[in-house]
Each structure stands twice: as C-alpha cells, then as structure tokens.
C-alpha cells in the first residue's frame, strides 16, 4: 500500500527557509518518479518539482529555480523539499505525489497524471 507523509510546513518570513519531508511507504523511491505540488488558495494545483526514478534527474519550475531543491535519502526512502528565499507567493498547501513521469520542456517540465498523493502540508510566507 503506498502512503505519502508530508511534513515541515510552517509559518515563515519572506527571505527564510524551509525543508519539506515526504516520507514514502509501500514502494522504493529509486525505482518511482516522485514530485512535489503546491495549491494556493482559489489557484490551480501546479507541479513544483520532480525527480525521475532511476538516474535522480530533476526539474523545476522556473518560478522556483535556483531556491528550491529537491533531493532523496534512499536509506530513509524520504524526500526532500529544500525552500530557500521564500516569497509571499511560494503560500501554498504542498503535497508530494508518485506513480507520475516527467519530462523536459524548454527551461521547465511536464508531468503525468500521478496515482498517489500525499496529504499536505501549509506553507505560509509572510511577515
């Protein structure tokens, strides 16, 4: 059974930083493509990241390149969400999914339906 756990939400100032955990249960993070997803209030879900199975290849939105990085602990079977410089827009609930691929396109990527989804954590950016 794949379960999804988010953690490491909260509230911070424009400027700081947060770590996001997703910790994966049911199947091995090497061998799925996993992703991270952020909704704000009354706006469309959209993809933030996402790391290929496989060679770890990764991608961004170009909203969030060069702060944001995603990373993998293979022992922990837990991915990472590393936000720094946080701005009043990166507010968001965000959920890390599996069971998707992703692809390269121009200076960002496309991404799958995913099958599994996390819960959800809030961020919240503000002073």
């Known amino acids: 059974q794949v379960q999804l756990v988010e953690s490491g939400g909260g509230l911070v100032q424009p400027g700081g930083s947060l770590r996001l955990s997703c910790a994966a249960s049911?199947?091995?993070?090497?061998?799925?493509?996993i992703g991270w997803f952020r909704q704000a209030p009354g706006k469309a879900r959209e993809g933030v990241s996402c790391?290929?199975?496989?060679?770890?290849?990764?991608y961004y939105i170009q909203s969030v390149k060069g702060r944001f990085t995603i990373s993998r602990d293979s022992a922990k079977n837990t991915v990472y969400l590393q936000m720094n410089s946080l701005k009043p827009e990166d507010t968001a609930v965000y959920y890390c999914?599996?069971?998707?691929?992703?692809?390269?396109?121009?200076?960002?990527?496309?991404?799958?339906?995913?099958?599994?989804w996390g819960q959800g954590t809030q961020v919240t950016v503000s002073s």
């Open positions: 999914a599996t069971g998707l691929e992703c692809y390269p396109h121009t200076d960002s990527y496309y991404y799958t339906e995913p099958n599994y």
């Open positions: 049911g199947f091995t993070l090497d061998y799925d493509t």
């Open positions: 790391m290929a199975k496989g060679d770890g290849r990764t």
